[in-house]
């Protein structure tokens, strides 16, 4: 069984740093690639990043490229979100996510892959 718990979230100011944590307690945690999302108010939920099984790949979304980097440690079943100089347009609730898939190839940006939410955490950025 998969349950994701996120933490970090907060208020910041325009150009200040975060880092979110997302906690597994299952067993198959480093089986799969893991993601984070975000929605915004109003918004349809928008995919951030995603780290493959054995953090040989990411991938990011073109926003957030130079700014965010996604990292996990399969030990700790946790994946990361560090996010710096971050931006009003930042503001969002944040999602992990855990892929249906164990070991999956594909590119893994598409929320219709992941199949465990965690619970949402909300980063506010200040200007």
């Known amino acids: 069984q998969v349950l994701l718990v996120e933490s970090g979230g907060g208020l910041v100011q325009a150009g200040g740093s975060l880092r979110l944590s997302c906690a597994d307690s299952?067993?198959?945690?480093?089986?799969?690639?893991m993601g984070w999302f975000r929605q915004a108010p109003g918004k349809e939920r928008e995919f951030v990043g995603t780290?493959?099984?054995?953090?040989?790949?990411?991938v990011y979304t073109d926003s957030v490229k130079g700014r965010f980097t996604i990292s996990r440690d399969n030990a700790k079943n946790t994946v990361y979100l560090q996010m710096n100089s971050l931006k009003p347009e930042d503001t969002a609730v944040y999602y992990c996510?855990?892929?249906?898939?164990?070991?999956?190839?594909?590119?893994?940006?598409?929320?219709?892959?992941?199949?465990?939410w965690g619970q949402g955490t909300q980063v506010t950025v200040s200007s």
């Open positions: 996510a855990a892929h249906q898939q164990y070991y999956s190839t594909t590119n893994n940006v598409s929320p219709d892959e992941y199949g465990y």
């Open positions: 299952g067993r198959t945690f480093r089986y799969r690639a």
């Open positions: 780290i493959n099984w054995s953090s040989s790949v990411t």
